[in-house]
Each structure stands twice: as structure tokens, then as C-alpha cells.
């Protein structure tokens, strides 16, 4: 089972809008309704940001958003903030014989 | 409020098992919905579940480390640990243990802060 293919890098300016994509396949993305999205500070353990395509888990700020179509989920930061620099990484459910992926992960840099 | 946090050597020679070990504090391990895992994370690479036990004992692996890994749990002590075999040096990573929320949904939280095991000689 291959990684979800994330770009390696997304950059926006403080107040700006950015949307990192998360390409997976049939067998997991496009099938599960079952993606999640993790931020990881450097030197941190990650942190859930997104559950099941678009839940936001308490305490999380409402500028990230999640949203699928197809093999593909995506996450929007929303007002880019200095503290959102971090790497983003999706997840995806894939069946009872993968179980999990996890995708390539995204460096956000907030210029 | 839960936490995690893992324990064990730093240090694995090559060929040898790697063992560590996740203390549950702030809730039980047993009893409830969620599975407990374990993820991994070589460094400047990305993420990899490893695999994951629910209080039962039941186990899920990742189908590319299921022969090497061994997940266990001991719920008297709110503790589960992982066993990684005949390690090499692609094994060096940072490990992770968290909560894993399964049965129709699928997202880990909240995770330890995780620990460096280095594979050398």
C-alpha cells in the first residue's frame, strides 16, 4: 500500500487562504469517508486537526476546514497564522486487509 | 485528561528486538471502544502505523511489518507495548504511541510525545 501523495510544500502569507491536497486512490480515500488530518510543530508529536473528512475536534480552530471529493481530501487553513508553520499530514482508512495509510506529509511555510 | 508516554532503550543493535512500552495515565485502557497503536516516524520522513490492540487483546498490524511485530497489552498495569524483531537500520525512527479510535471511524488521538530508538551497532 503506497503513501497518499501530498505536495512537499504549501507557503501563504499571514491572512491568506491555503489548501494542502491528499491524492489517495479508490481503495482508501475514494472509498472511506475516513480521513484525517494531523499537525506535527518540529521536535512534536502530531496533532489531530480533522477527523472523518471535516470533523473538528474541540479546541481546534475553526480556520481549518476539510472537505473530499473523489481520491482526493483537502485541508484549508484559513486566515494563515505565524503558528500554523508546521507539517501537515492526512490519513486515510483502506480496507480490512491495509487497514491505514498515512500520506507524505506537507511543509506549510507562512511567509 | 489522557495521556501517553512511551518507554525503552534508545539504542538497538542490528538483528536484535526492539522493545517499548506505552503508559496510559488520566483513563483506563480497558473497557472502552478504542484500540491502542503505535506509529512511527524515521527521521525527516513521514508517518507509519505500526499497529494497533484493544484492550482484549485483539490485534491489527500493518501488513508490510506483520511478520517482525508483536503487540501486546497488560491492562493491570494500563500499559501496552510493541516488539519489533530482527531490526535493521531502516528501523531508526521516532515511536510513537497514541489512542485509536476505530470501529467505523479511524484517527489517532491523543499521542505520546514519542521516543528516538536508533538501530546501530
Known amino acids: 500500500q503506497s503513501a497518499l501523495t501530498q505536495p512537499a510544500s504549501v507557503s501563504g502569507s499571514p491572512g491568506q487562504s491555503i489548501t494542502i491536497s491528499c491524492t489517495g486512490t479508490?481503495?482508501?480515500?475514494?472509498?472511506?469517508?475516513?480521513v484525517s488530518w494531523y499537525q506535527q510543530h518540529p521536535g512534536k508529536a502530531p496533532k489531530l486537526m480533522i477527523s472523518?473528512?471535516?470533523k473538528r475536534p474541540s479546541g481546534v480552530s475553526n480556520r481549518f476546514s476539510g472537505s473530499k471529493s473523489g481520491n482526493t481530501a483537502s485541508l484549508t487553513i484559513s486566515g494563515l497564522q505565524a503558528e500554523d508553520e508546521a507539517d501537515y499530514y492526512c490519513?486515510?482508512?483502506?480496507?480490512?486487509?491495509?487497514?491505514?495509510?498515512f500520506g507524505t506529509g506537507t511543509k506549510v511555510t507562512v511567509l | 485528561q489522557l495521556q501517553l508516554q512511551e518507554s525503552g532503550p534508545g539504542l538497538v543493535k542490528p538483528s536484535e528486538t526492539l522493545s517499548l512500552t506505552c503508559t496510559v495515565s488520566?483513563?483506563?485502557?480497558?473497557?472502552?471502544?478504542?484500540?491502542w497503536g503505535w506509529i512511527r516516524q524515521p527521521p525527516g520522513k513521514g508517518l507509519e502505523w505500526i499497529g494497533s490492540?484493544?484492550?482484549?487483546?485483539?490485534?491489527y498490524y500493518n501488513p508490510s511489518l506483520k511478520s517482525r511485530v508483536t503487540i501486546s497489552v497488560d491492562t493491570s498495569k494500563n500499559q501496552f507495548s510493541l516488539k519489533l524483531s530482527s531490526v535493521t537500520a531502516a528501523d531508526t525512527a521516532v515511536y510513537y504511541c497514541?489512542?485509536?479510535?476505530?470501529?467505523?471511524?479511524?484517527?489517532?488521538?491523543?499521542w505520546g510525545r514519542g521516543t528516538l530508538v536508533t538501530v546501530s551497532s
Open positions: 497514541a489512542r485509536h479510535v476505530w470501529y467505523g471511524l479511524w484517527y489517532f488521538d491523543p
Open positions: 488520566g483513563g483506563s485502557i480497558s473497557g472502552s471502544s478504542y484500540y
Open positions: 490492540i484493544y484492550y482484549s487483546g485483539s490485534t
Open positions: 479508490s481503495s482508501d480515500v475514494g472509498s472511506y469517508n475516513l
Open positions: 472523518e473528512v471535516s
Open positions: 490519513c486515510s482508512y483502506a480496507g480490512s486487509s491495509t487497514f491505514g495509510v
